[in-house]
């Protein structure tokens, strides 16, 4: 372990007495018990990915209030995205269906023409709105269908290639990081994940700290290593045509969700495995209520923030994070304590984590900027850091890996390495927190 100058121990142990997680989060962070950790498919925007989340949180919600001994549970969502899903705004891979949408459209009706909002319903297997102008324009229906089905193909492909070649280093970071994080405030945590998306969800569970208040459930798998209980559905076609396309083998069908227009495929997260018409939604809530059940709490060694800093890295020796509030305080090792919030966790051995955590009293919490940095204060010269910001209102916003340089000691103090910024900002509305 790493040895600090003797003059800054007693600042240490006087602010780690101070620094015991409160019962309650305060007025601006829910209080939540238990968090549902939700690892998006392919083709997934943010906003589909978001609303996966909520529709799961909705299912297990539904489970859990007929348990009475859930009654003293609180569940929060989170989504653990992942970068192979598709972002608004670009192209990539998909050119020659933005080609067809564009020329289509504009046979079609004019005003179609660069309605790149309904493109973007279409793939993400969002077929409602051009199921309603289909009695006024059928060849509009036919247009959706078909690019539908080329998304799916696109699925296929995309999925096949992860099998091949493992997701990006920055997606298994994030995941593996926050959930250190949630498992510092003491949440238990439910993994729940949906085709491709079962891949990081896999990698994320080998990353648990802790077996104990980590369970998984796989709904559509595509891979075919599983940690937890598994829902297929016999009628899904995409799993079906990769059982021919991936090395090894999805797990077996075990649900008959029947057919629908909804969702042809018998693949998407929403309009199939939790369509509340069908039986597939009380099964996947009765998956993940049971394992949710079983987990046990970790002991809390870190507070809720209306923002939290976490900085991690990859091998032995001292990093410190630090953060510059508004007001001026520098909050790091040696002053733990801040106007606005507090360095709750300090690590010197290696690995991390360490975490700051902006206050979530609205009497505390200051407005302005935060700038979070840090200093390689006794590590190797080569260690990789990663730097990760979440919002109480949306979890993870940012993950940044960096070089954390060469080791600088205490004359790195001053000068810490900045990685990013967090503006807070008081509005008629509320609170606001944005990362840059």
Known sequence: MTSRPLRYAQAMLAAASMLVPAASAGELCPSH????????????????AASGARELLSTLSETLRMRPEAAQYAVGAEVFYNASGLQRGLRGGIEDLVEVFEQRAA??????????????EIVDGQLAWWRKIAAVLPRAHALAESLSEARNARVIARTAALAARPPTDIDYA???????????????ILLVGHSQGNFFLNAAYRSAPSPDSTAAVHIAPAASRTNGPHLLSGNDLVIAALRSALPGEPPPANIAIPPSR??????????????????????AGGLMAERLLALHAPAPLASPGF?????AWDGEGDLDLHVM???????????????????????????????????????????????VGINNYAAPAGRRATV??????????????????????????ATPLAVLQVAVEKTADGWTAAVH
């Not at 994030?174 to 238990?188: F, I, K, Y």
């Open 33 to 48: 018990t238990h968090t549902l950790a939700f690892f998006n498919g392919v083709w997934n925007t943010p906003d589909a």
């Open 174 to 188: 994030a995941h593996a990081l926050r959930l250190r994080a949630l498992q510092a405030l003491g949440r238990s």
């Open 388 to 413: 990760q910001l979440a919002t109480a209102s949306s979890g993870v916003v940012r993950t940044v890996l960096l070089d954390a340089g060469p080791p600088r000691g205490e004359d790195g103090d």
């Open 325 to 371: 509030e508004p007001g001026g305080v520098h909050v790091y090792y040696a002053a733990r304590i801040g106007e606005s919030g507090s360095l709750d966790l300090d690590n010197t051995a290696g690995f991390g984590p360490e975490h700051y955590h902006a206050s979530c009293d609205p009497n505390r919490l200051q407005a302005g900027i935060y700038s």
């Open 307 to 311: 923002f939290t800093a976490t900085l």
């Open 107 to 120: 046979e079609l009706e004019e005003s179609l023409q660069h309605r790149w909002e309904l493109f973007w």
């Open 262 to 283: 909804k969702d042809p495929t018998g693949h998407v997260l929403i309009d199939t495995y939790l369509d509340p018409d069908r039986n597939g939604r009380a099964a």
